[in-house]
């Protein structure tokens, strides 16, 4: 298993040798199992295995390598993310226009609503939503203030009511229409 001994000795990939060498001996004093208060046999060892390989030159330029590959296998990791079923997005996007035209309807003074709130009245996270919204404002159907909350546009009532979409098909999401 990769362990990340810039981490664990909580310095930048980029710090210099001597930057190593102080922070390494700061926190070895500080974990170090003879300290009474803060002793800690464990992190001690870990902490000693990342100096190991850190402070020297050629053990470092190695564990950089495997260092950049981790990374690499991470990002990788992170863009295919949960996966979500392409068919499910036009209905996602109806959600989120639903609930932003009905904001805009019942609260015409403040008619935002922020991811927070979508993600909490949609039940979905995060990540499931970012798509839609860059899509709906790309198209021109919401904007984003500059408060980063979503507000329907024009083109967005005009889209919703197009849709046909009677109240009562959303109605389980009207309980958290008032939020924000």
């Known amino acids: ?3 990340d001994y810039y981490e664990v000795l909580q310095i ?7 930057t190593v060498r102080r922070v390494y001996r700061i926190q070895a004093q500080r974990f170090h199992p003879d300290n009474l208060e803060t002793g800690d046999a464990e992190k001690f060892r870990l902490l000693a ?29 992170s863009l295919t993310g949960p996966p979500t079923d392409p068919r499910d997005e036009p209905q996602r996007r109806a959600q989120i226009l639903q609930l932003l035209y009905r904001r ?18 949609l039940g979905m996270p995060r990540e499931h939503l970012e798509f839609s919204l860059w899509y709906l404002k790309e198209t021109g159907y919401l904007t984003r203030s500059d408060s980063a909350r979503h507000i ?19 109605s389980h999401l009207d309980a958290g229409a008032d939020v924000g």
């Open 104 to 121: 805009r309807q019942s609260h015409p003074d403040q008619p935002s609503l922020g991811l927070r709130d979508l993600q909490t009245l």
């Open 1 to 3: 298993m990769f362990v």
């Open 152 to 170: 329907i546009t024009i083109k967005g009532v005009e889209f919703a009511e197009s849709m046909g979409q009677r109240a009562d098909d959303l």
């Open 49 to 77: 295995d990342a100096y190991e390989i850190l402070g020297d030159p050629r053990s470092r330029s190695s564990y950089d390598e495997e260092y950049r590959k981790h990374l690499r296998a991470a990002q990788a990791a």
């Open 12 to 18: 930048s990939p980029n710090a210099d040798q001597e």
